[in-house]
């Protein structure tokens, strides 16, 4: 029988992570091992604009019909202009909603794929652990370009650049737009500048993906590198979520965006990726790209959620500075500054996965081997407690 060849497969490190620590008795516990953000109180909430708008759609949906493989258009062009704002290639980009970033990922590879069958997507290193997966699954060919420095706990731009000058016609680069995962550490303008530069003169594809708009800087800093290099490239493809900046991560709520030549070649990719999707799941959920349409075009919903969204960046970025400090103090030395550096909710420490083990088995504080920390999993408090774990483990 056909599924007698199937074997077990391990569960994903991380969900396996956040059950051994939900399993943990000490009551010290941390866990720094998860994706999402989380408040003071330990909690993922649902944003009060989210809520209001939730109150309103309620009152106000009428029928809950097909909307179409392309999703809501509306939210579709509202999401072009959350990224690339004033931007003139605004006006030669054709958007598609879909089940998050993750489904957008998937159907730019898919259409990458049936355009280029031989195209070599490339990735950080190391990059957001889905994004070998979904592209491989797609079929496309994958490598690394050099990306965080274990030295410095930074870039290094010179390697990353160096490796890119490799990179052709028939290669699509991939970069985050912003607050990368897992390293929290960014490219900077300069850097977009010099990427522009090589896509212009060498023709490969620039793929971004913005999955925390608004998590480092701010909504429109945090845009500022593609929006130098949407206006300067022919075409590339962009995947955003709203999971994290909007709080709607089980709504699967995200947008594949092309930017074309011209607005008739964006639509034509766009055509082939609702083509694309019918293959697969064929419609994207309603519910999350309702909600984020009407707060995006309601003035004081909009303003309500630029708010929330504010405290969650300010409240990451006390932390990093309350653990920075912590270390400063306990170490004598500006050895963690790099954390204040960092941007959004994840950092990579370069400590060994032997490392990552110890702050687990000895002092409750739950991390992935890899040395990636998120942040927001530490509540203020507990920033003396995981500095001293962490410069424990490290001697
Ligand atoms: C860089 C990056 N891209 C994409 C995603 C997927 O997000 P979504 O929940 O919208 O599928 C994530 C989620 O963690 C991410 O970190």
Redesign the pocket.
Known sequence: MILDNLTPVGLDPILSLSAACRADTRPHKVDLGI?VYRDSHGETPVMVAIKMAEARLLEQQSSKSYVGMGGNESFNESMIGLLLGNSKAAARTAAIQT???????RMLADVIKLSSPDATVWLSDP??A??APIMKTAGLKVRFYPYFDPATKLVNTAAMLDALRQAGKNDVVLL?GSCH?PTGADIDLETWKNVTTLAVSQGFLPFV?M??QGFGDGMEEDAAGLRYLVERVESMVI?T????NFGL?RE???AAMVVGKTLEQAQAVKSRIMESARGTYTMPPDHGAALVDMILRDEALRANWMTEVTTVRKRVQALRGLLADALREQSGTNDWDFITRHKGMFSVLGITPEQAQAMRHDHAIYLVDSGRINVAGMREAQAEQVAKALLAVVQ
């Open positions: 994706g089940p998050g970033a993750s489904g957008a990922l990059s957001y889905n994004h985050h995962n993906d999955a925390y995947a979520s709203c999971s994290k991560y699967r709520t995200g």
